[in-house]
């Protein structure tokens, strides 16, 4: 019966129709209207005069100092011994005594306090209705996204009270969106990511991958790799001479407080594998982190250690055998790398670019995170230590990136020198030109005079494809005229009538040139070098080289080291059987190693170049760097598929070189013309490998003479060079 017909019938018969009471309405909760890690910050004029280092940090306390806050603090201590003064302000918690003693030459500092103090630390949690002195020398420092908030807005303060630099170095060790559901945070942490003004500094090339990948190419950035704290050092050295077992031990990294770490995971991944495999009895579980108490999770117990001393957490990884520590995350962490470089195997996670296998034999990650795939690893990695009578797997060799420091400190070296290029007697100024990516001057990634698609693809990828600029016609010409030459002198013809390379064989016939489409090009280069395109070098090709991986600055090394970019044209279509050229996408953000200083033997910029055998070392050693990086970064090798008439630009930087020929008897007819600016310094290969970065500085570079043809300017050299049985032939040419 409906409820209209049977309220109805009640009124006929004369009941009332029951009145339900409508409860009162809740009273209204107290709704957030503000976004806590974005506290106000408010600056007032500080009289301090040079530059001054200044990190803003959430907090140095102990139960915060994991791997992050560590990090940030070393690349602060290794950047402030290049400035006369320096300081930490502490946006979230106050610091407590004991950890002041991470840097003891501190002086703790209150935010309203003018101080003279060189080096300070100064509170800033209690802000409210408080300002923080800023001077016009301040460089700006920061890690976590709101520590990097609160700095771009003290920069932008900076800059209207004194005409500073409105930038920050930014210490990136994670994609901290997605820390976040899609919410207020989310989007402010990605506000921070400002590419075309901040300087990036990535925690691993993986991290700046997927950077890249999600379109924040910065223009300019540097990329350390992580390294082992040298804390833990004596006691893996102190390992490698041990025939010891390991204890039956898995070390579970557990932060339940951070969800990237999937700790409900992984203990629901224990719990399968202890209910499956009657071997789990016999191993025990020890959660170094943030856990205070055991844990029930019902075949065994998690046992909780607390966060370790470094010397004890060490001292744990060299009697244990298995390591679990996941990270939903592009960022690797670094207990599964220290796990590993003791001999432990690990379990781990793979995301998106990241997959730590390839960084260490002793690491397994996990394609898809699930409790049956980490109960089915740890059945796996149990049963392989038991056959190995609990025998360790081979610890990190002594020379692994790992084990060394020097990336970091190397970085902290550059980005201390970009920060201090600003500053001069106090005052702040904009530098003209710098060496990253491109200039450093605001304005030159929006530059409409090359198409925004262009632009963002040279920044994320160092390498822009135009297609069909070239006619038939004209490609068909040019080989003509290649053919002819190569008819006539040496050139390394193989068994399929396939020659070798010809250098600058414009020089001989300038026709070469008008191949060259530059009405379409000339902008582009005009924007990447900033400066005018003048052409130094060409290079003619009937077969795929096959070329390890290199880069073209170290052959020809240029000041500015983005001043310098090769055009590449198909002069027929590029089959993968002929072996097409490759690269390695967004490597021209790679750090880029000059010689130490020590390595040149303190030469002076005057002096000889070094021995040819020991530019030749230098050089091969550099590629063998090259490679490794590479392979670190798991960055593999892209081929450039090129039709007839297609272009290819690509920057100075980037790691590029020639696939295996498949099929020999396929030719790969095309041209590399190479630029540099104008206005800019040209160094050679053993120029490079003879003198330190700041040596080669002092020299003037080559001074070659001038011509132009048609939209061409080009450098006049009196000869062409071929290559034939592995000799060079230099061929001299009435100029």
């Known amino acids: 019966m409906s409820a209209l017909r049977q309220l109805v019938r009640n009124v006929l018969r004369g009941r009332r129709p029951e009145v339900r009471e409508i409860p009162a309405a809740a009273p209204p909760q107290t709704r957030l209207t503000h976004v806590p890690e974005t506290t106000p910050v408010a600056a007032r004029a500080d009289a301090w005069q040079g530059p001054r280092l200044t990190m803003v940090l959430p907090s140095i306390n102990p139960e915060h100092y994991f791997g992050g806050v560590h990090t940030a603090v070393e690349l602060y201590r290794e950047m402030y011994r290049k400035f006369p003064a320096s300081r930490l302000v502490i946006l979230d918690s106050p610091p407590r005594p004991e950890a002041l003693a991470i840097l003891p030459d501190h002086s703790l500092v209150a935010s309203d306090e003018a101080s003279n103090v060189q080096r300070q630390i100064v509170p800033y949690s209690d802000r409210y209705n408080k300002t923080l002195p800023v001077a016009a020398g301040d460089q700006w420092l920061a890690t976590a996204w709101w520590t990097a908030y609160a700095a771009q807005r003290l920069a932008a303060w900076q800059a209207h009270e004194f005409g500073a630099l409105d930038r920050i170095a930014y210490l990136i060790q994670d994609y901290e969106p997605g820390f976040y559901p899609w919410s207020s945070q989310y989007a402010l942490a990605l506000s921070t990511y400002r590419v075309d003004r901040d300087i990036a500094v990535f ?8 950077f890249c990948a999600q379109g924040f190419a910065y223009r300019r950035s540097f990329v350390f790799e992580p390294a082992l704290n040298p804390v833990m050092r004596p006691a893996l050295e102190a390992m490698r001479a041990s025939k010891s077992p390991r204890n ?7 932060r339940p407080s951070t969800p990237r770490n999937a700790f409900e995971l992984l203990c629901e991944g224990l719990r399968m594998w202890g209910r499956q495999d009657p071997a789990a009895q016999s191993w025990e579980l020890l959660a170094p982190g943030e856990l205070t108490q055991d844990i029930d999770l019902g075949p065994f117990r998690l046992r909780a250690v607390g966060k370790l001393g470094i010397e004890e957490y060490a001292n744990l990884l060299c009697t244990s055998a298995i390591g679990v520590s996941f990270m939903i995350s592009p960022h690797p962490s670094y207990p599964p790398l220290e796990m590993a470089a003791f001999g432990m195997t690990v379990v781990t996670n793979g995301f998106a670019n990241k997959n730590l296998s390839l960084i260490s034999p002793n690491i397994r990650s996990l394609a898809v995170l699930s409790p049956e795939e980490l109960a089915a690893a740890l059945s796996q990695e149990c049963a392989a230590w038991e056959d190995r009578a609990m025998q360790p797997e081979a610890l990190a060799p002594p020379g692994h990136a790992f084990l060394s420091s020097d990336g970091l400190k190397a970085v902290a070296v550059r980005v201390g020198e970009v920060l201090l290029s600003g500053v001069t007697a106090g005052v702040a100024r904009r530098p003209s030109r710098d060496s ?8 030159w990634a929006d530059d409409a005079r090359v198409p925004k698609e262009i632009r963002q693809t040279w920044i994320r990828d160092g390498l822009v494809v135009l297609p069909g600029l070239v006619s038939e016609e004209r490609a068909a010409r040019h080989c003509e005229l290649v053919s002819e030459v190569r008819a006539a002198v040496p050139n390394g013809r193989d068994e399929y009538g396939l020659g070798d390379r010809i250098g600058q064989l414009h020089q001989k016939i300038p026709e070469l040139l008008d191949t060259l489409p530059m009405d379409a090009l000339r902008n582009l280069l005009r924007w990447a070098l900033d400066d005018e395109p003048l052409l130094f070098a060409s290079l003619n090709f009937d077969r795929g080289t096959q070329q390890e991986a290199h880069v073209d600055l170290i052959y020809f090394c240029t000041h500015p080291l983005y001043s310098m970019a090769g055009v590449w044209i198909a002069l027929e279509d590029v089959r993968m059987e002929a072996g097409p050229a490759f690269y390695h ?3 021209h953000r790679w750090t880029f190693d000059f010689i130490e200083e020590k390595a040149s033997d303190s030469r002076r910029a005057e002096d000889p170049l070094a021995p040819a055998d020991v530019i030749q070392t230098r050089g091969n050693a550099w590629l063998a760097r090259l490679a490794n990086r590479a392979r670190e970064v798991g960055s593999t090798a892209q081929p450039i598929l090129l039709r007839r008439g297609d272009v290819a630009i690509w920057h100075a930087k980037l790691a590029h070189g020639g696939l295996p020929r498949t099929a020999p008897d396929l030719s790969r007819k095309s041209v590399v013309y190479h ?9 050679s290969f053993e120029e490079f490998f003879s003198y330190s970065r700041s040596e080669l500085l002092k020299r003037p570079g080559v001074v070659v003479p001038e011509e132009k043809r048609g939209g061409v300017r080009y450098q006049r050299h009196p000869y062409f060079v071929t290559y034939d049985g592995g000799r060079e032939l230099v061929h001299p040419l009435n100029v």
Do not use: K, Q
């Not at 039956?248 to 557990?254: N, Q, T």
């Open 203 to 210: 925690n691993t090339g993986l991290l700046s991958d997927y």
């Open 248 to 254: 039956r031990r898995i070390v579970v990294y557990a």
């Open 436 to 443: 990253g990516v491109g200039p450093d001057r605001p304005g």
């Open 585 to 587: 996408v967004g490597s």
């Open 675 to 683: 630029f540099i600016g104008a206005r800019s310094r040209l160094y």
